[in-house]
């Protein structure tokens, strides 16, 4: 197909995608005189241009950078989404409810936060913790040379560079981040 600028020039081509029926309820809607070919598949739905089985996807993407990767660019937004959690007031299983709660916390917790860890002198420990907060306080733990400790709290992922640079520049030494799996933060 080429460069598509304009979602329109689409209508009547090759679909590949996950979500047939959104997809139709999509084209239809424009009221093009041409019939668009959905084809339904599950997986790797990106890989469909490259492989000359369609002219264009509609997929559900979150960062969009498999489907970058692929080639492709972002040409129209059919819907944007969220993922929440509902739970009924009567339910007989309130401890799954709350256990499904955590777990999502904890995983959103875990792709906002990364760990960092370093070791400054007791001197410079109040100036290091205004960088390093951490979400509720940091962690502290004394080195075997008594006027050196560790620290250990949780900083923004996109603000770890930063914070880095700021802990170097008030004495910290042997700085490290470490990415979160998942967390639980007692809340």
């Given at each position: 197909v080429g460069?598509?600028?304009?979602?329109?020039?689409?209508?009547g081509k090759r679909i590949v995608t996950s979500f047939p029926n959104l997809t139709?309820?999509?084209?239809?809607?424009?009221?093009?005189?041409?019939?668009?070919?959905?084809?339904?598949?599950s997986g790797s739905v990106?890989?469909?241009?490259?492989?000359?089985?369609?002219?264009?996807?509609?997929?559900?993407?979150?960062?969009?950078?498999?489907?970058?990767?692929?080639?492709l660019e972002e040409?129209?937004?059919?819907?944007?989404?969220?993922?929440?959690?509902?739970a009924n007031k009567s339910t007989s299983h309130p401890e799954l409810v709350e256990t499904i709660r955590k777990r999502i916390a904890?995983?959103?917790?875990?792709?906002k936060y990364v760990m960092v860890t370093y070791n400054i002198h007791r001197s410079s420990l109040e100036r290091a913790k205004n960088i390093t907060p951490g979400k509720k306080s940091p962690s502290i733990m004394p080195l075997e040379r008594g006027d050196w400790v560790a620290v250990s709290a949780l900083v923004l992922k996109k603000s770890a560079s930063t914070v880095m640079d700021e802990?170097?520049?008030?004495?910290?030494?042997?700085?490290?981040?470490?990415?979160i799996v998942n967390s639980r933060m007692g809340d």
């Open positions: 460069e598509v600028t304009d979602v329109r020039s689409l209508a139709r309820n999509y084209f239809d809607a424009m009221g093009a005189d041409k019939t668009t070919q959905i084809k339904c598949i990106e890989a469909s241009c490259g492989l000359g089985l369609a002219d264009g996807i509609v997929d559900l993407v979150e960062t969009g950078t498999t489907m970058r990767a692929a080639g040409v129209s937004t059919i819907m944007k989404t969220e993922c929440v959690l509902i904890g995983y959103l917790t875990a792709t802990l170097e520049d008030v004495g910290a030494t042997d700085i490290l981040l470490t990415s």
